[in-house]
């Protein structure tokens, strides 16, 4: 990789963010950008950067693929609009599942995601709105796991070639690509955003694509989304780096009411991590696991049984997709 890391230790906050600040504006000139927030930790400090940098001529977007956690697309909006920062809901759920329509490979969904956010999203609103630029929020994690092909990250480009300007019509600006999360989160805080939004544990770019396994669709992603509420409401309180279920592709046999039922498995992951380059699954206490299969079964149509993953990464990963 060419791109320098700054590493926790070497970070000047306040100079970075002059620096960030100096260069959007410097590649924007005096036209419009666009902004991708998908409302994590990265996207939200880019917006911060980016509405520094360029005010009004900043149009930042919420794209609702349909992926993502209950109520957050809302949920987003309204935190932005509190910390002056108008962002535009754009509803892109038949987008997204259609190009997700039968396709089962991660490596196939992570690229049909990135065609239907770059090209047929991104595009249109470029096209429209006549921005040259898109900020975005990739960090060098992002980058480093997508060159050593541990997984492709759908906002990474032009370390595999691409060409944003050609392919799609605009560049792609990224500030944080130097800094790996923990660096991130202080930028963050220095640039004004509030502990519950720069604090968030990480969640993925393709969103809860990332945790169905086999084929995405809007029933399937539904089932991980009750599961995903009640995982995130159990070990808030953990201090744990990341907490997440997936659904698995294979149904099992359970039993409810004495008869036999044929269902979906739920596995949780929570992991212990600085930066997501290596982490270790949490030692969460018994009664936490009793809990949260009791949930899940209970409040989560046709789940019949809940593991909890116990793989350090590697060789395991944070995400199962």
């Known amino acids: 990789m060419k791109i320098q890391e700054?590493?926790?230790?070497?970070?000047d906050v306040g100079k970075f963010i002059e620096q960030k600040v100096d260069e959007i504006s410097s590649i924007a000139e005096d036209g419009i950008a666009v902004n991708a927030l998908s409302g994590g930790v990265d996207s939200s400090v880019v917006t911060m950067l980016a509405h520094k940098a360029l005010g009004n001529r900043l149009k930042s977007?919420?794209?609702?693929?349909g992926l993502m956690r209950q109520d957050e697309p809302r949920q987003i909006v309204s935190w932005f609009k509190e910390l002056g920062v108008p962002v535009e809901l754009i509803d892109a759920q038949n987008q997204f599942f259609g190009a997700l329509k039968g396709l089962t490979d991660p490596e196939e969904k992570r690229e049909a995601i990135t065609q239907a956010f770059y090209k047929d999203v991104f595009g249109r609103l470029a096209r429209e709105s006549g921005a040259k630029c898109l900020l975005q929020g990739?960090?060098?994690?992002?980058?480093?796991?997508?060159?050593?092909?541990?997984?492709?990250?759908h906002n990474v480009l032009e370390q595999l070639g691409?060409?944003?300007?050609?392919?799609?019509?605009?560049?792609?600006?990224?500030?944080?690509?130097q800094l790996r999360k923990p660096a991130i989160r202080e930028i963050g805080k220095a640039a004004g955003l509030p502990e519950e939004i720069y604090e968030r544990p990480p969640f993925p770019g393709p969103a809860l694509a990332a945790r169905v396994i086999g084929e995405v669709t809007p029933e399937r992603v539904e089932t991980v989304r009750k599961a995903t509420t009640i995982v995130e409401e159990e070990l808030s309180g953990t201090g744990?780096?990341?907490?997440?279920a997936i659904l698995h592709e294979d149904k099992v046999t359970g039993l409810r009411e004495g008869k036999r039922d044929f269902g979906f498995q739920i596995e949780v992951r929570c992991w212990d991590s600085e930066d997501a380059v290596t982490g270790s699954p949490t030692r969460l206490p018994y009664e936490t696991l009793e809990k949260l299969a009791e949930r899940i079964t209970t409040e989560v149509e046709r789940v019949v049984s809940v593991t909890y993953n116990i793989t350090k990464k590697p060789p395991s990963t944070i995400e199962a997709i």
């Open 138 to 153: 990739t960090n060098y994690t992002d980058v480093e796991e997508t060159v050593a092909g541990v997984k492709r990250q």
């Open 240 to 244: 744990a780096f990341q907490y997440l």
């Open 6 to 11: 700054i590493a926790m230790r070497d970070l």
């Open 61 to 65: 977007y919420f794209i609702d693929t």
């Open 162 to 177: 691409i060409n944003p300007e050609e392919v799609y019509g605009y560049k792609v600006i990224e500030p944080l690509i």
